[in-house]
């Protein structure tokens, strides 16, 4: 099962696939899971190199975003069974609004079209509301997105979405569901994606 979860900040991504890993792991299924596309990485770094990355000059942060997305495209080549959150098309929305302005990314289609066939996009939705909402009530460490952002965010992750070269896609309004809720309908709706390989996990 190869999966990338995108969508606005707030919409459930993280959520999501920590829910699928402890889900796989409950099923002796091992997860390669890779959720540190947003700046700055909380995933693998120390709060002191979160803030240097925070303060990295906008040039660099656009190479380095540009080559470990290369490097994952490795990786979701090498592993069957790999989760990413963001990825390209969070680059393809955050990069020139808050990482480097005046720049833009290239090459988001040419990525896809070096992904496995079998890659699943799930695209991650709410209303805007409900996102300032979240944002109020369970702030992240180092929210990257702007509340008056957030209409227009979403906007462009839909047109992410739809213009994705990916065949295999599913989209979720968050809005109203529990995490458990979030993976339930994930399950309901992959079926229909997934290779023979991944189908008797569902059973």
Not at 66 to 83: A, D, G
Request: aromatic fraction near 10%; hydrophobic fraction near 35%.
């Amino acid at each position: 099962m190869r999966i990338i979860a995108v969508g606005c900040e707030y919409t459930g991504v993280t959520t999501l696939l920590n829910e699928l890993y402890k889900w796989g792991t409950e099923r002796h299924l091992q997860f390669h899971m890779d959720d540190h596309f947003t700046i700055p990485d909380a995933f693998h770094l120390s709060e002191d190199e979160q803030q240097a990355m925070l303060t990295m000059l906008p040039a660099l942060k656009e190479r380095f975003q540009r080559f470990q997305i290369v490097y994952h495209i490795r990786l979701i080549n090498l592993y069957e069974q790999i989760l990413l959150g963001g990825f390209h098309i969070e680059e393809e929305v955050y990069g020139p609004r808050y990482y480097y302005p005046g720049l833009q990314v290239s090459d988001t289609r040419r990525y896809e079209s070096e992904m496995p066939a079998d890659t699943v996009l799930v695209h991650l939705h709410a209303r805007a509301e409900v996102i300032r909402k979240r944002m109020q009530n369970a702030p992240h460490p180092h929210t990257l997105i702007h509340a008056e952002d957030i209409p227009d965010l979403l906007v462009k992750f839909d047109q992410q979405y739809r213009q994705s070269w990916i065949q295999r896609k599913i989209s979720i309004d968050t809005s109203d569901l529990t995490p458990d809720e979030l993976l339930d309908v994930f399950l309901q709706r992959v079926r229909g994606h997934l290779d023979p390989r991944d189908a008797p996990l569902l059973c």
